[in-house]
């Protein structure tokens, strides 16, 4: 198998729950090694990416074959496919959508890497070529596709807001409003876009909400409750008022998340906590208006519409004669 190497992006802020730095037992997976490892070097663990990558081939298999494939295409037959950007974008993922491929493969195969995860791309530019069994080229093009579409679109997605915050100190973050099953994919692809990681899960970081507060008596009573049960975790408190604010600052509270609050009122929040905890902006964000909010010296803007309403890049696989 052939696979040049290409730098990776960095995987800034991935956050708690990536591979960075995994050691062997991460990389004890049916993947290839050389690809197991760029999976752990951008944050991801292969084992899991080995899985999703089964699972999407054995749920479009069924149990069956491609009858289609099997059909009209000699068993023997060998071609080129080549992932192309459809339109522009950043493309993420490119990495997921190997594990694919090479899980169908039934014969040796090469690649050829034009562009890596991260990269801006336009429309007609190759991404990815895969050379081996023509069956298993098209056996694997939609489940590959699928997964390089997605994180692909979160990643553009995600561009466009870290281009509008850019020359700020402003960075736009994730939550947890991702596919059941693809999280830390989608979190990646976050990375790649040039965002931030929140919380991977519910136990890695506390977020006090509005129903915590109302079950635990207060604001403040809910930092402090979490803070005795959970010592060393990390603790976000979210605020509705300027009034709570005070509260959960004067408690210790070191995040803090401005719920719907105003560019304005964001401004008064920043000039009140003057340093002592980290603010994140949340609701009522659009592209129009984050520069206006970035501007009055929040720290984040959490921004859910990056993973649970990001279109898809238009990705194609096209075929060819193998050199």
């Not at 663990?45 to 099997?70: N, R, S, W």
């Not at 459809?86 to 493309?91: L, S, T």
């Not at 009034?243 to 408690?251: F, G, K, P, S």
């Not at 008064?268 to 208006?289: F, K, Q, Y």
């Amino acid at each position: 198998m052939s696979t040049p190497d290409l730098p990776l992006v960095p995987s800034d802020g991935c956050g708690d729950g990536c591979a960075c730095g995994a050691d062997e037992e991460y990389l004890e997976c049916g993947l290839d090694p050389a690809l197991a490892q760029l999976l752990a070097d951008a944050g991801l663990d292969p084992v899991e990416v080995e899985d999703i990558a089964t699972m999407a081939i054995q749920e479009d298999l069924a149990g069956g074959v491609d009858v289609t494939t099997v059909a009209t295409i000699p068993e023997d037959a060998v071609a080129t496919a080549d992932f192309v950007a459809r339109e522009a974008g950043v493309v993420a993922g490119l990495r997921v959508a190997e594990a694919v491929m090479s899980i169908v493969c039934e014969e040796e195969f090469e690649v050829e890497r034009h562009v890596e995860d991260g990269d801006r791309v336009a429309a007609g530019q190759k991404l990815l070529s895969f050379t081996t069994r023509t069956r298993d080229l098209l056996t694997a093009e939609r489940s590959a596709l699928n997964l390089l579409c997605r994180l692909s679109g979160i990643a553009t997605a995600t561009r466009a807001w870290a281009d509008v915050l850019e020359g700020t100190t402003a960075r736009v973050r994730d939550t947890r409003k991702t596919t059941p099953g693809l999280r830390s994919l989608e979190k990646f692809a976050v990375r790649c876009g040039g965002g931030v990681n929140h919380r991977m899960s519910l136990s890695d970081a506390a977020l006090v909400k509005d129903n915590h507060v109302v079950a635990a008596g207060g604001v403040a009573q809910a930092f402090q409750a979490v803070r005795e049960a959970f010592p060393d975790v990390p603790i976000e408190v979210e605020v509705d008022t300027l009034h709570q604010l005070r509260e959960v600052l004067d408690a210790g509270a070191d995040l803090i998340l401005l719920d719907n609050f105003t560019p304005g009122e964001c401004e008064e929040a920043v000039a009140l906590v003057h340093g002592r905890a980290a603010l994140e902006a949340s609701g009522r964000l659009t592209l129009t208006n984050a520069k206006a909010y970035a501007d009055t010296g929040v720290d984040y803007l959490a921004v859910g519409a990056l993973t649970h309403s990001a279109p898809i890049l238009d990705i194609g696989l096209d075929l060819r004669a193998a050199e």
